[in-house]
């Protein structure tokens, strides 16, 4: 086992991570900016070390200066939670070079599905089912407009390393096509530094529904099912939960042997999410995300089991703790992403805490970095608390998740919690009946 892990994260997740790590008598050690010294993570390490200023490029995103903390402090293995360097192979390929070991998967896989366009033809190739689209990459208007008529529209224009939501336009009609393409490229180009761009057929109203794996290195790898994240804002998920309503038994079985099938013929370790497109009964892969993911404590509550301490065995060359028969799921489990925003705009709301109370009681879990006195900064992503909730079927959950909203208290800035609190109380979202579209549709009519 590792002596020391150096967690390459902030906020929630570091905190996260840093939990797993002391549970299994691993020496931890933070790293953080100058605007994050008074954080939960850098509180709670065994060790903590500065890596730059506010700035994420020049912090977070520091491979250098996160490699000399690996060696200053001697940590042995390197979590890098989500976001971040999470999915920087080259990131991967340094540690590696240092002997440090990268809890997570293979450099190879995470190039492979951190280009959606590779991602998209390795998953064709695999055997599972894409959404209809262009072979690979639009290079100009004329292949734009013949992929786009045989598709029939709407279609959307996707860049190859978008991500977070971002680098998708949605084209209603042909006349539209070719600004909507030079537009795509050049945002492409500005935001990820790479201005390649693919169709796809725009779905017009799917659930978003993804699969949990998890593999060991000797190629043992087993599901959490899915989780349904259908409730979103520009493409970002709000809401997650698990079992989703329209998934029944027959087709969960179908999805994941199928998922962890084609996983296995690659190869794949550690932990990795496969997102699908689900519509009229038929599932469309739409990427991989080759790290752990915000919403996995869903999972984790159904399954009663513990993704990250798994995570950090398996890259220490443990087997797979369980296989799939072991691994039962019980009850309901539902995600609200707590933002630091305003709840009617969404516009970022930084600022100091100045009073924090969690919910707590049975079947509640909080995972979040704040504390009374915390200054939220403005330079990073606003999500500063995981409300998850527990319990033995959906209808009793849904309510427990009432009175967790009601119990939580956080002061002095915006949150999110407002709007949850309007949310699950619509009928749509009590009935398990909404889909992607379902949110913005409501903003435009409340
Ligand atoms: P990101 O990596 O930015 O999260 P994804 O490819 O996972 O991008 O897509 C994010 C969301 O965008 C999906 O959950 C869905 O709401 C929407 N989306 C993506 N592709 C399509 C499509 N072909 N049709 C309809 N909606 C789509």
Redesign the pocket.
């Known amino acids: 086992m590792f002596n020391k892990i150096l967690i390459a994260n902030r906020g929630e997740i570091a905190v996260r991570v840093l939990r797993a790590c002391k549970e299994l008598g691993i020496q931890t050690v933070a790293v953080y900016s100058s605007a994050d010294k008074n954080a939960m993570h850098v509180k709670l390490a065994d060790e903590s070390v500065c890596i730059g200023p506010a700035s994420s490029l020049k912090s977070y995103l520091n491979i250098p200066a996160i490699i000399s903390a690996c060696e200053v402090s001697g940590a042995d293995a390197v979590h890098p939670g989500y976001g971040f360097l999470s999915e920087n192979f080259g990131f991967v390929e340094k540690l590696e070079a240092h002997g440090i070991k990268f809890i997570g998967p293979k450099s190879e896989h995470i190039k492979m599905m951190g280009d ?1 366009i590779l991602a998209k033809e390795s998953a064709n190739n695999l055997g599972l089912p894409i ?1 209809p ?1 262009s072979p690979g990459e639009i290079s100009n208007t004329k292949e734009g407009l013949e992929v786009a008529s045989t598709l029939g529209y ?3 224009i ?1 860049a190859s390393s ?7 336009i ?1 084209v209603f009609k042909e006349e539209d096509l070719d600004e909507s393409l030079k537009k795509a490229s050049t945002e492409a180009e500005k935001s990820f530094n790479d201005k390649r761009v693919y169709i ?5 109203n ?1 659930k ?1 529904i993804e699969i949990q794996v998890i593999g060991d290195e000797y190629n043992n790898i087993v599901h959490l099912g899915e989780r349904d ?2 409730m ?1 804002r520009r ?3 709000l809401i997650e939960e698990t079992p989703s309503v329209i998934i029944d038994d027959k087709k969960r079985d179908e999805i994941c042997s199928l998922t962890i099938n084609s996983l296995k013929t690659m190869g794949y370790c550690n932990a990795g999410t496969v ?1 699908y ?1 689900y519509e009229n009964g038929n599932f ?1 892969f ?2 991989m ?1 080759t790290r752990l993911q915000v919403e996995h404590p869903v999972s984790e509550e159904i399954y009663n089991f513990d993704l990250v301490k798994e995570q950090i065995k398996i890259a220490a060359k443990y087997k797979l703790s369980t296989d799939q028969d072991t691994l039962k799921s019980n009850g309901h489990s539902i995600e609200c992403r707590i933002n630091a925003e305003d709840p009617d705009s969404f516009i970022p709301s930084p600022g100091i805490i100045t009073n924090y109370h969690a919910p707590s009681g049975p079947g509640v879990r909080v995972d979040s970095n704040c504390y009374s006195g915390l200054e939220i900064s403005p330079y990073y992503d606003s999500l500063i608390a995981k409300l998850i909730v527990y319990d033995k079927d959906r209808v009793s959950c849904i309510q427990r998740l009432k009175r967790a909203l009601d119990e939580f208290v956080i002061d002095g800035i915006k949150t999110t919690i407002p709007f949850f609190q309007q949310i699950i109380n619509q009928k749509d979202f009590e009935d398990g009946s909404y889909d ?2 379902w949110l913005e549709n409501y903003k435009k009519n409340n």
């Open positions: 959606k959404i689209g709407p279609i959307i996707k978008g991500g977070g939501g971002r680098g998708m949605k796809e057929k725009y779905l017009q799917p978003h994240c259908s979103q493409n970002q998920k997102e497109l469309y739409m990427e995300n992607i579209n």
